[in-house]
């Protein structure tokens, strides 16, 4: 009796995925390709060989936490859109451990992770209290720091975290705070774990304990939590702290979880628009944990099939992204749509 | 007047809302030119619902409608403005950081996309209409800063400008203070004298007495009587307005109350415009009563309830429960003292629509001991089986108990919501409306687990703005009007008709009024 309405999300999101294929087909078409053939690159490219699945696996892993950082925002009633930035502090935390404090194996890569997740929860905490006791709005705020994110981030990676000698990189993470390679032909680690055990962490923490229950209650009707004596600054913080950690600990991910480099670039350019394309991945997944696990693989598989399909089909790459787009922007359809009707109807 | 064509008539008008609400069930009404109508009943009693059919907001389910003399059908408020009709109403309409004239203005520039606003020829003729009609307004000031009184005066000018000569006007004066009533009726009478027809929609017999020269009383969603204003009682009104006790009787057997649960000293709390509205209140409710305190709404019963509840932050005063003075703004050490809280609007505060049953099961009750365990985890079976005999003893009709309670219909989450806060085992009940807009089952069925709770030596404490409930269920009761208690005893002491009155503002002889007494030395 239970399952079939748990289950009319997951149904409405395959339906949309569905239309989203048949609209970027158009588009392919209209372009002189073959869609059929297009979308045959597609999937072989991104799950055809056990090694093209794992890197699917590896481009989907840092996008199930910013997702994640996303969907609990939307579960509080906010609209955390500071992943981004928080994901840089996250990479510049965990590179400063992982390379410039040597500890032993083990514990070192344990505390390079935990070095970026505090980063990162540490630079939402600003947008967090501002919004708890000044009432700045989120949006705002976290754009900001964003900003202030990418700058800062840069400075450090330069001017304290660079390798002597190299100006492109940081100082690469010394070997003992290095997620184990998972297959020699893939940048897949196990990092992966990771991200999908904090996920399902975090959904056993929302739906299944007292503060996790207060936090949906205040995101679903501000007014009945305050009813129920919830403290409205309190889920505001914690949402955001929560969303911190999983933010930086996707930035962690692509610093000593991710070959060939094991640093983080000047530029930032190995990590850059991963907080962003969690928000998508986020509707995708309807702002679930266990969703936007499932929505980060399809990310990761429209990207590495992207590839194949560019080489194979001869489709331009622009053409590639432009093809995601649709597919992504009608998969996302359903949730951004109820979003807005819950919002119209308060 | 009372000759000729009428400005304004309806012909048996009803109106059925989607949700199958009859608020018309066959009015008459007609208005001649300047001519003041006074539209009085109680809440739910279908005046604005008329009003709205009158000026083009809703289109009436049968009935017509005729302006002078012809039949109209108004799609939308602006067809009734062309035929000179409009509202203002109860929650304003203007553009906070406009002026005065801005807004007056305001979809009437006569400006093209790239034209600029032809402000200057407009504020000559807005000016004129505001020295015929004798209404004072600031132009060009923001009307974010002007206090209520003047923004409806701005709203007022501003229906005036799009040329009405029916002047409709929702319950005008609750925005006012007792000293602005007087221009206003001043300024009513001017505009009446200028040929503009008014009707005044609301609860106060005084108004009504004073500045109207007919009287239609509606009575759900009928004509319960019509009369000129010169023959006009408040007795007459006042009985008129109530009616006959209803027939949903809920036996309730005598019985001596006990010891004071709560108790309230001088309490004042203001409203979200920061006017005060509860002043100076002071009342116990004991163990084995009911107490119910009836009253039109907007008297200030929501700032009340939510002062008692631990949801608004009082001005002034203390509230003692179970002997004990509680902090406020914190309902959880409320509840902890055995508060249960049937809110006015369990949709808004007493429910989270899209949970389930099980999530709302506990819902204010998410920490009490029983329902965690360690680190803060919710034990899961035990709220499962809490919520199972929670439908079961409260006979709560649901497909399954994870449907989202927004697919439930309104009795049977308001006996999810009342059950919930019954099984507390609470000491004090504090419910407010806690049968509107319920099916008659569901309505009989929680009056009698109010009468059970007091049965049961709770306090209760009741807050409806239906009459019959408040009589019927309430060992004593009070009257609010303007904040304050008027008339406050044992409900034998208190006929209908007085009961009547007194939410209307009028005491009669012989009551005692709390607004009579001298203001308290603090």
Known sequence: MRTPRALRPLVESLATVALGLVAGGVLVWAFGHSPVAAYRALAVGAFGTREDLLETLAFATPLMLTALTFAVGVRAGLFNIGAEGQMYLGAVGATFVAGMVPLPPGVHLVAATVAGMLAGAAWALIPGVL???????????TIMCNWIALHLSMYLAIHFLAEPGRAERTVPALPTARYPVLSEESTLTAVLFVAVGFALVV???????RAGYELRLAGENPEAARYAGVRPERVVVLSFVLGGLAAGLAGASQVIGRPPAWSLYATLGNVTTLGFDGIGVALVGRNHPVGGILAAVLFGALAQGGRLMEYEVGVLSELVRALN????????VPELWGMLRRRLSR | MGEGTPRVQMRGIHKVYPDGTAALRGVDFHLYPGEVVALLGENGAGKTTLMKVLSGLLRPTRGDVLVDGRPVHFHNPVDALRRGIGMVHQVFTLVPPFTALQNVLLGQEGAGLLRPLPE???RARVQQLLEETGLEVPLDVPVESLPVGVQQRVEICKTLYRGTSVLILDEPTSALAPVEVDDFFRFLRRLRDRGTSIVLITHKLREVLEVTDRVVVLRQGLVAGELPTASATPERLAELMVGALSTLRVARAPRSPGQPVLAVRGLRVRDDQGRLAVQD??????EGEVFGVAGVEGNGQSELVQALTGLRRPEAGEIWLAGERVPSLDPLSLYRRGLAHVPEDKARFGLALGFDLVENSILGRQREPQFVGWFGRLRG???????????????????????????????NQQRLLVGREISKEPRLVVAMHPTRGLDVASTVYIRELLVQMRDAGKAVLLVSADLDEVLELSDRIAVMYGGRFLGQGPVEEFR?????????????EGVHADAARPPSPR
């Open chain 1, 325 to 332: 787009g649709i597919i992504v922007f009608a998969m996302a």
């Open chain 2, 381 to 411: 079976p035990v709220i499962l089986r809490y919520t199972q005999e929670l439908v079961r003893r409260f006979r709560v009709v649901a497909p399954d108990l994870t449907t989202p309670v927004r697919s439930l219909s309104g009795g």
């Open chain 2, 281 to 286: 209140l002071s009342f116990e409710v004991r």
């Open chain 2, 120 to 122: 200057e020829q407009a």
């Open chain 1, 203 to 209: 959904y056993a923490y929302l739906w299944g304990t």
């Open chain 2, 496 to 508: 209908r008709e007085t009961v009547g009155l007194l939410m209307g503002g009028v005491v009669p």
């Open chain 1, 131 to 141: 919004k708890a006791w000044r009432g700045a709005h989120e949006v705002i705020s």
